[in-house]
């Protein structure tokens, strides 16, 4: 089966496996089991087989993965068996914090610059990258064949910036600005909006059977309020 077949659902799990293989290599592990792989990620063990039996038998029935070999087959599979180069748009506090973040702990990425159009960040250094200014980036991008890129700019310029981008030949863009962003087939954008993301957790922060009964109590309380208004 080719990766084109492949769900979006499976293509995001594989870099969890790759995490969790890197964490084992590690401590030496060289064999683990899909139970103990389902232990780590939090997915199904029957889950983890099928996802990788997607693209080929990686494991020994009643054995398990070698961890190296498993690894190295994955990496391959996502693209990372080379260091990926990225750019990185937009060097406020986000993408000032992802640029040193990937620099010092992701070895799959090489971050070749960063833009902004601020004229009070172009020229600092970011873990020895230099910011640029944005007008640059169709140079970058063609001079070192860069298809990924992170977007973390105000929502009112992000379409703006991948319109641009993608003109070039940028193909997978990482979205941090809170804005819907529209690409050509081919193109293929993530979203992450941190915002959402805590607003969604903090739901989980209170009792929900509380909540809910509070809800409930207030939409009666609202009921009773028109009934009375009625009469």
Same mark, same amino acid.
């Given at each position: 089966?080719?990766?084109?077949?492949?769900?979006?659902?499976?293509? %995001?799990?594989?870099?969890?496996?790759?995490?969790?293989?890197?964490?084992?290599?590690?401590?030496?592990?060289?064999?683990?089991? *899909?139970?103990? &792989?389902?232990?780590? *990620?939090?997915?199904?063990?029957?889950?983890?087989?099928?996802? &990788?039996?997607?693209?080929? =038998?990686?494991?020994?029935?009643?054995?398990?993965?070698?961890?190296?070999? !498993?690894?190295? %087959? !994955?990496? $391959?599979?996502?693209?990372?068996?080379?260091?990926?180069?990225?750019?990185?748009?937009?060097?406020?506090?986000?993408?000032?914090? &992802?640029?040193?973040?990937?620099?010092?702990?992701?070895?799959?990425?090489?971050?070749?610059?960063?833009?902004?159009?601020?004229?009070?960040?172009?020229?600092?250094?970011?873990?020895?990258?230099?910011?640029?200014?944005?007008?640059? =980036?169709?140079?970058?991008?063609?001079?070192? /064949?860069? %298809?990924?890129?992170?977007?973390?700019?105000?929502?009112?310029? =992000?379409?703006?910036?991948?319109?641009?981008?993608?003109?070039?030949?940028?193909?997978?863009?990482?979205?941090?600005?809170?804005?819907?962003?529209?690409?050509?087939?081919?193109? /293929?954008?993530?979203?992450?909006?941190?915002?959402?993301?805590?607003? *969604?957790?903090?739901?989980?922060?209170?009792?929900?059977?509380?909540? !809910?009964?509070? &809800?409930?109590?207030?939409?009666?309380?609202?009921?009773?309020?028109?009934?009375? $208004?009625?009469?």
């Amino acid at each position: 089966m080719t990766s084109r077949s492949v769900s979006k659902t499976v293509v %995001k799990r594989l870099p969890v496996y790759l995490r969790i293989l890197d964490n084992l290599i590690r401590r030496d592990v060289e064999i683990v089991s *899909s139970r103990e &792989l389902s232990l780590e *990620s939090g997915f199904s063990a029957e889950q983890i087989r099928k996802d &990788l039996a997607y693209f080929g =038998a990686f494991g020994t029935r009643g054995t398990g993965y070698n961890t190296t070999f !498993l690894r190295d %087959k !994955l990496l $391959k599979i996502i693209g990372l068996d080379q260091k990926t180069k990225i750019i990185i748009i937009g060097a406020g506090h986000l993408g000032t914090a &992802l640029a040193r973040y990937n620099a010092v702990n992701n070895p799959y990425v090489d971050i070749v610059a960063i833009f902004d159009r601020d004229r009070r960040v172009i020229g600092q250094k970011i873990e020895q990258i230099r910011v640029l200014p944005f007008q640059q =980036a169709p140079e970058i991008i063609r001079r070192y /064949h860069i %298809k990924v890129a992170l977007i973390t700019v105000p929502a009112g310029s =992000a379409q703006q910036v991948v319109d641009e981008i993608i003109k070039h030949g940028v193909t997978a863009i990482l979205n941090f600005a809170p804005a819907k962003l529209h690409a050509p087939e081919g193109v /293929h954008i993530h979203n992450s909006d941190l915002t959402i993301d805590l607003q *969604s957790l903090i739901y989980y922060s209170t009792a929900e059977e509380e909540r !809910l009964l509070r &809800l409930q109590q207030e939409t009666e309380e609202t009921k009773s309020q028109k009934m009375l $208004k009625l009469e």
